[in-house]
């Protein structure tokens, strides 16, 4: 969601704090703005749209100043414009803020009967003129900000910049990430790491409830309590190389290509000399009864893949869940059970509150994430990095492909140790897991294939997906790319499911792609499949050769793919569904790396 930077720096700040918003343009937004504070004076410039507005904006006229906060927006409260783009200052205060503050309407009022009104439709504006007002009561800056977090419900990240203080910063945490940075004679402020990565690596994360007081040579953390707070300064690794396309058109193809790459990076640390080993404490699935599985979005469909080899392999149970429903029921959490939470930046604002209604309950929480330092990552027992390393585009591939990757591992791991899988089955079962990332190279050469069909789904106004077993979790993967960022409408169907309503859908000008690896269930799908094309629908397959020999004529058309075990499929046939929704967006002309209305990270529920 919106990205934050706050800088207390030696040198002008305006280029610094455009520079860090870059890195965060991957979280996706509409608008952009920064403040600062020059020999006391508050100033602000914001512009709609992409940050090369906002730089334009600042050659014409620029802003000074050695103190300063960013923000990049993704709009939740009013459309997206200059008026609503932050900062929101007032003539004392600037803020920026991640988040929804949940009784905005309730503080407006408040603010109104003192006659206090208000300019924007955003909930942040809130937060500034609370401040303000507890300001013109005499308050301190610091005093007052901590008087305005107190009045606060929701989730925030916030920053504030006041007139007058050149060396004073206040950030607060609740519910949306915030790392404070450490210079020599600076400080800094961002919403993740990479943001502040040219500047530093030595970063202090800000634990839940947590808010800070800033100046160029010190830090003062205090907790919800208000108690004073030691918070660790850690050494951060960041592959600042990530941010760059690698002579790639867009971050998406980037990522795709780097694949079989990450995949073996996983593999490396996740298998030695043949054996599963996982991090401390490690996992014993003799000690569990059941598996529940939280995630959003394409890690959803991870979990809805995993859940199928968790069953078949381990004999384990398993649920799955939509983390924005799923504490929201209220489930009964039995005695054995596992809590398994899937998020790509590991501060997905659903599957972190999933997280925290499962503490207590259940009697592990691991948890499968990008990001080792995230908060998802922290607040779990069994944290399981996927080592994809950064990815930047929004639309999820090697992050996904990680994921099942590490779920496949898993998996076998409790076949292993619930006495599902002998010795020769777990050694076959990990050949088949580290045969992916050459399949995947080999996949990865189907580029024009994917491409020149993908320009005739460019023509199509709505698509179905089609599988069956762990084909079907892909199969909706695969829809929700497509959707992503091609804005093409598609919808994933289990292949049996088709006669069941889907099938009034069917008639030639909507193409149907047929997710089929030969597997057990391959005869039922291209039954399935026949039942397309006896109503005039158009199939696109996707199997291996040997499938496509025996699925017979009269295909619209087809991808081969490799031969490869039917337990890993699933992984090897994200290739196909990627490259599909990636040529068919470029054919369209889509933003492909920021799709409309979407963001990366989505820290808000």
């Not at 795709?256 to 014993?284: C, F, S």
């Amino acid at each position: 969601m919106c990205g934050i930077v706050g800088v207390l720096g030696n040198n002008q700040v305006a280029p610094l704090l455009v520079e860090s918003l870059k890195r965060l343009e991957y979280r996706g937004y509409d608008s952009a703005g920064i403040a600062t504070v020059n020999d006391g004076a508050l100033d602000r410039r914001r512009a709609v749209g992409k940050l090369v507005n906002l730089q334009d904006l600042l050659v014409h006229d620029p802003l000074a100043g050695k103190s300063g906060i960013g923000h990049t927006r993704w709009a939740t409260h009013g459309e997206p414009n200059v008026k609503n783009a932050h900062p929101h200052a007032t003539a004392r205060v600037a803020v920026v803020h991640n988040g929804i503050v949940e009784n905005f309407r309730e503080l407006r009022e408040d603010l109104a009967a003192k006659g206090i009104g208000y300019e924007t439709d955003t909930d942040t504006e809130t937060v500034a003129l609370l401040t303000q007002s507890f300001l013109d009561d005499g308050m301190t800056p610091v005093d007052a900000a901590e008087a305005v977090i107190a009045r606060l419900e929701g989730a925030y990240a916030l920053c504030f910049l006041f007139q007058g203080e050149d060396d004073l910063m206040i950030a607060a945490r609740k519910g949306s990430p915030l790392a404070i940075g450490h210079g020599e004679g600076e400080m800094f402020v961002g919403s993740d790491a990479i943001a502040l990565a040219p500047m530093t690596d030595k970063i202090t994360y800000l634990e839940e409830g947590d808010w800070a007081v800033l100046t160029r040579t010190s830090v003062e953390i205090r907790d919800a309590q208000g108690a004073l707070a030691n918070r660790e300064i850690r050494t951060i690794q960041i592959d600042t190389t990530s941010v760059d396309k690698g002579g790639h058109k867009h971050y998406m193809a980037k990522e795709i290509a780097e694949q079989p790459t990450v995949l073996t990076n996983a593999l490396g640390y996740y298998i030695k000399d043949g054996r599963i080993e996982l991090p401390d404490p490690g996992l014993d699935f003799t000690q569990i009864d059941r598996l529940t599985m939280v995630a959003c979005g394409t890690a959803f469909y991870a979990c809805l893949t995993a859940k199928y080899w968790f069953e078949q392999i381990a004999r384990l149970p398993v649920e799955i869940d939509v983390a924005s429903e799923f504490r929201y029921r209220e489930p009964p959490i039995a005695k054995g059970t596992a809590a398994l939470f899937v998020s790509q930046s590991g501060e997905t604002a659903d599957t972190l509150a999933a997280l925290r209604y499962c503490e207590g309950k259940a009697d592990k929480i691991v948890s499968v994430v990008n990001v080792p330092e995230s908060s998802i990552a922290r607040e779990s027992d069994l944290p399981l990095p996927i080592l994809a390393g950064r990815e930047i585009g929004v639309a999820s591939t090697k992050a996904f492909t990680c994921q099942l990757t590490v779920l496949a591992i898993l998996a076998v791991k409790a076949a292993q140790d619930r006495g599902e899988l002998d010795a020769d089955g777990v050694a076959r079962a990990l050949d088949a897991i580290k045969s992916v990332p050459a399949m995947m190279s080999q996949a990865l050469a189907l580029g024009e294939q994917s491409n020149a069909v993908s320009r005739k789904l460019a023509e199509a106004r709505d698509i179905l997906f089609l599988g069956r077993g762990p084909m079907y979790a892909l199969a909706h993967e695969g829809a929700l790319k497509l959707k992503e960022i091609s804005y093409i409408h598609a919808e994933a169907y289990a292949s049996g499911e088709l006669k069941h309503g889907p099938i009034a859908l069917v008639d030639e000008h909507v193409p149907v792609i047929v997710m089929a690896p030969r597997d057990a269930l391959f005869d039922k799908t291209i039954s399935n499949m026949q039942e397309v094309m006896a109503r005039g629908g158009r199939v696109l397959l996707i199997t291996d050769a040997q499938g496509a020999k025996e699925a017979g004529p009269g295909v619209w058309d087809t991808i081969l793919m490799p031969e490869i075990d039917p337990f890993v499929a699933p992984i090897l046939y994200a290739i196909p569904a990627q490259l599909l929704a990636y040529h068919t967006a470029v054919a369209k002309g889509t933003d492909v790396d920021q799709p409309r209305n979407l963001a990366k990270s989505v820290t808000v529920e």
